[in-house]
Structures are given as C-alpha cells and as structure tokens.
C-alpha cells in the first residue's frame, strides 16, 4: 500500500486523481456517501447489492456526509486541483464532524449534509461465507469487458466455465436474457477439478454491479449468494451480490441464494 498524504498542518488537503477516481466508483454505488476520519472510504448501495471499500492516499481529519457525490466530483474538477479545508461544528454535540468544505484557493464553499441522512455500511463488517471457489481476474479482462460498447444494456454479466477447452469464460447478457457479444476468456489451462468445472450447470450471475469495478487484477472468491473482488494490492475492495439465477450448488440440490449484505 502506498501512502503519500495530501495533507498538510493545517488540515487543508489535495485529492489525487486516485482518490477522485475512487469516489466517481462510490457514486455509480451510492450517489450520497459519508466520509470518516482516516484513509478508508466505504459505501453501500441503496439496494443493499454491492459493497466497496477503498484506501485513499490522503487522510480525513474528520467524518462528513455529502448528499450528492457527483455533484462534488464535479465542482472539485472546476476549481483545478482546491485546497480543502474541512470546518467543524463550534458546538461539542457534533464534534469531530464537518460543517462544510471550503475550497480555499477559489474562495467556494460545499456543504455537507447529517450522517444519518446517508445510508452506510455496517459498522460490524461482513462475514463471508464459506469460499466455494476462486479465480483470478486481470485488468487486461476487466478492460476488455467495460470497453463493450453500451454496458448498461446489459442486465448481467454471467461466468462459466467450460469442460471441452477447460476455460472460464465471462459473458454480458442482455435484458432479454440474450447475449450479444462473445464470451471474454477469464481463465483457461484449468485442472478438471477447478469448481467450474465440477458440474456443467455452474455458474455466477451478476447484475449490472459488476461494470462499477476499478480496472485492476483481481482475485475473486464466491461463497453462498455472493462474491468478493480484491485488488492484488489489497487497496480496493468489492463485494457484490449474486443474482438468483446463479447456480453454484456443491452438491446435487442447488442451494438457494442468500444475499448477506
């Protein structure tokens, strides 16, 4: 992991390009997030589907809500690079948390919202549930897949694999459950046991979630009813719901999918 703080003394700090890279991801996520002290940023879609965590290079001094992220994103990109000061609260009851940001070499405010107005990930952390499987997804592939021409067709994005050329293949579907590209080779050269390849009929399905991924190398694990993407870095992580439609059963009774997020 890499740190370089964008921060000076006095709490006045520059995003990266990096980190604006990073909260453009939040916001296809959730179009309001809340930011906390420290070098982590976290979000959770409103439908409770994908979750992300991410580390920043630069360090928040303290917690603050932005209703509309995009909306940020954007006025930070007018103002060419800001100098951010975080202003607090003068009463202690909101101690620690910032009543807005002021950019300070364009003499421009941004106000930030309550907390509780922004929905958030749990406190406690998820707990996985048993690794079924695992594969390896470079950002070669993760390219290749976000490069299809108008991915919000897509209803899924589904992965497979194959016994005949013992490969993983990726594969966009489209509302109608069609699929209107060619299947992107994940993996191949795989042993005939790989958890693909045990049973024809298994397969992950995601929803569109899966286009919001950061291109980067990726490991990937699935258990029951979801799957978690980790850059090889370990800076950015994933966590997105598995469509019901998934089969990825070890047994012959295929197991019903579980959303626990």
Request: net charge neutral; proline share 4%; charged share 25%.
């Amino acid at each position: 992991m890499c740190w370089n703080l964008n921060t000076n003394r006095d709490g006045i700090m520059i995003l990266s390009k990096r980190t604006i890279e990073i909260l453009r991801c939040c916001s296809s996520i959730n179009p309001s997030i809340v930011i906390k002290k420290g070098s982590t940023i976290k979000t959770i879609s409103l439908k409770k589907d994908i979750l992300f965590e991410g580390y920043i290079d630069e360090k928040f001094s303290m917690n603050f809500g932005i209703v509309d992220l995009k909306k940020f994103i954007c006025f930070y990109n007018k103002m060419n690079n800001p100098n951010i000061e975080m202003v607090g609260y003068e009463d202690n009851v909101n101690e620690g948390i910032a009543e807005k940001l002021v950019f300070r070499n364009g003499n421009k405010e941004f106000p930030t919202c309550e907390l509780s107005m922004v929905e958030q990930p749990p406190e406690r952390g998820l707990t996985f549930p048993k690794t079924l499987g695992s594969l390896f997804f470079s950002k070669d592939k993760i390219k290749s897949i976000q490069s299809l021409k108008k991915p919000t067709w897509y209803k899924d994005f589904v992965i497979y694999g194959c016994r005949d050329s013992n490969c993983i293949y990726g594969q966009p579907s489209c509302h109608n459950d069609s699929f209107l590209t060619e299947k992107i080779k994940i993996e191949d050269n795989l042993e005939n046991d790989n958890w693909f390849l045990e049973k024809p009929e298994r397969k992950l399905n995601f929803n569109n979630n899966f286009y919001k991924l950061i291109t980067a190398d990726y490991e990937v694990e699935f258990g029951n009813g979801i799957a978690k993407f980790e850059t090889t870095d370990g800076d950015l992580k994933y966590w997105i719901a598995l469509e019901n439609s998934s089969v990825y059963a070890m047994n012959e009774e295929l197991s019903k999918t579980h959303n626990p997020l």
